[in-house]
């Protein structure tokens, strides 16, 4: 079964860019979340989508962060305008329904200068 | 903010001991899992148990769950090398299934 498929592994930007990650789900699987993890500390819950209608986005910045998923398979997580401390590791994972087990991508590391 | 809490944050052991760390949490969940992740790649899923069952393993892993402290524990037997990576637990909330993720134990394996 292939896995959750995320693009591109690493980016570099310059403070007040914009920059935009692909989330590619496991096939069937309804519940999508995108995570930050800054260096040493847990995945932090950005967003979650359930189909194509949003769980939860509460820790989401919304004046800056974006996200979308449409038809319910593919996501794409946006950065508009990037800051320093946005600087960490985005992790999308999927799972068959809410509360079951998740899989992860392999993460997109991003570097604000 | 962070639903649960590793306890202790770093764990250093020799080879072929057991390894234990705890996870606290403060609201109810619907199930606690527990997930690794190695240096530098994406979270592994170890397992799951749920709210009304105590105690669960899966090989060397043994997961207790206790929801009247709210508390969990990850007990590792007879430690590998490939065990040393960062362990964290998540939970599923009742009500709305938000999976949350606490701040995470760095065990390293000492050969």
């Known amino acids: 079964e292939a896995g959750v498929a995320q693009s591109p592994r690493y980016k570099i930007i310059e403070k007040r860019q914009s920059v935009a990650f692909w989330c590619n789900p496991i096939s069937g699987h309804a519940t999508l979340y995108w995570y930050q993890q800054i260096l040493g500390q847990g995945p932090k819950l950005l967003i979650q989508?359930?189909?194509?209608?949003?769980?939860?986005d509460s820790q989401l910045p919304k004046d800056r962060f974006s996200a979308e998923r449409l038809k319910g398979v593919d996501s794409t997580l946006k950065i508009q305008p990037a800051k320093l401390e946005d600087s960490a590791v985005y992790l999308c994972?999927?799972?068959?329904?809410?509360?079951?087990?998740?899989?992860f991508g392999q993460g997109t590391r991003l570097t604000v200068v | 903010s962070q639903q649960g809490e590793e306890d202790p944050q770093a764990l250093s052991i020799q080879e072929g001991e057991n390894a234990t760390m705890n996870c606290s949490y403060k609201?109810?969940?619907?199930?606690l899992q527990w997930y690794r992740q190695n240096s530098g790649r994406g979270l592994v899923h170890l397992i799951l148990?749920?709210?009304?069952?105590r105690e669960k393993h899966s090989g060397r892993l043994r997961v207790t769950l206790d929801t009247s402290k709210k508390s969990s524990s990850l007990l590792i037997t007879a430690s590998r090398a490939a065990d040393t990576a960062s362990y964290f637990c998540a939970t599923a909330r009742v009500g709305n299934e938000k999976l949350t993720f606490g701040t995470g134990t760095r065990l390293t394996i000492i050969p």
């Open positions: 148990i749920r709210s009304n069952e």
């Open positions: 989508f359930q189909n194509n209608g949003v769980v939860d």
């Open positions: 994972a999927s799972s068959f329904n809410e509360g079951n087990r998740a899989f």
């Open positions: 609201t109810s969940i619907n199930n």
